[in-house]
């Protein structure tokens, strides 16, 4: 290749941090990058971040996992069906592996249009686990298995936890494939401890529950007040799983040295699944605005260095 030539194309890895409904904005990040033509060629996610990683490396069209997620907001965490007492967690995780089941069926990693890897802790080691092989809805349930709330995920002899642990942004386990680009989606919220506050506001300001009693009978009242409180302990689950991993997710962000890290400033909850299109739109509007900075890398890595005062 003779100077001035300009280099074949880059290859781009994506890493898609976790955070709840947070996760969402994921989509709105990738709506771009396809309107500009920019290709993932390699794929990682955490927790929601691999939920959303893996429809997409798996095949599905942004459409459609769009589709997907607005119906998340129809779940609705019943306390009789789902209540998972003397056991490993407050929840059981059969819905989840039932929406994981119906959105990867037996899909594997190997059949994945873009390499992808899903992102979980081991609980008895504490170690990061890289999970490249097998079904795709077993490693993204192991990487969602949020500790307390869902129980672990026994895979392959490990007792596996949410990545979001150690590792909220996976940007290590993309750097070791040698990409030409390394570009990153810390989710950054807010609202998070309003979020918290708001809740336990609501569970423990009494006249509010004196104001409910007067409206519905006592079975009521109670069905509702358990929903709440299962609402309040995954959000409390959630919001110290986002506290406890920051400074071990900030030291593997700075030691993967990305080209690019994508901060959208997503104002929803947890678990507040009913604020999808608005979370999509802050992705969009994250991508909008590092658009010009992730261009100016690709033209840059993909012209060769000066040499000899000429390119």
């Known amino acids: 290749m003779s100077n001035g030539d300009i280099q074949g194309p880059k290859k781009i890895a994506l890493a898609l941090g976790g955070g709840g409904a947070r996760g969402f904005a994921h989509i709105g990040i990738l709506q771009v990058l396809e309107r500009e033509g920019i290709e993932v060629n390699l794929l990682a996610g955490t927790s929601m971040g691999a939920i959303i990683g893996g429809m997409y490396a798996s095949g599905y069209s942004l459409d459609k996992i769009k589709q997907i997620v607005m119906n998340f907001q129809n779940i609705e965490f019943s306390p009789a069906k789902y209540l998972n007492l003397l056991h490993e967690s ?7 592996e039932e929406i994981l089941t119906q959105i990867f069926g037996d899909k594997k990693f190997e059949e994945c249009k ?13 170690s990061e686990v890289f999970i490249k092989e097998g079904l795709l809805k077993d490693a993204i349930k192991a990487s969602a298995s949020i500790p307390i709330v869902f129980p672990p995920t026994f895979r392959n002899d490990q007792y596996l936890i949410d990545g979001g642990v150690l590792n909220n942004v996976p940007l290590s386990c993309l750097r070791e494939q040698n990409p030409d680009v390394l570009v990153g989606v810390k989710l950054v919220n807010f609202t998070s401890k309003q979020y918290i506050s708001g809740m336990v506001f609501a569970k423990y300001h009494q006249q509010k529950y004196k ?27 959630l919001r110290a799983l986002d506290i406890a991993s920051k400074d071990s997710t900030e030291i593997r962000i700075k030691a993967a040295k990305p080209d690019l890290l994508i901060e959208p400033q997503v104002e929803c909850g947890l678990l507040e699944f009913d604020k999808a299109e608005a979370a999509i739109e802050q992705g969009r509007e994250s991508m909008e605005l ?21 390119y």
Request: net charge positive; charged share 25%.
């Open 290 to 310: 590092v658009l010009p900075q992730l261009k100016a890398i690709l033209a840059d890595k993909t012209h060769p260095p000066e040499e000899d005062g000429q």
């Open 114 to 126: 873009i390499p992808f890897t899903a992102v979980a802790v081991d609980l008895e080691t504490g």
């Open 211 to 237: 104001k409910l009693f007067k409206k519905m009978n006592f079975l009521s009242h109670f069905v509702h007040k358990r929903k709440q409180d299962l609402q309040l302990l995954a959000g409390i689950a």
């Open 90 to 96: 407050l929840l059981k995780s059969d819905f989840v």
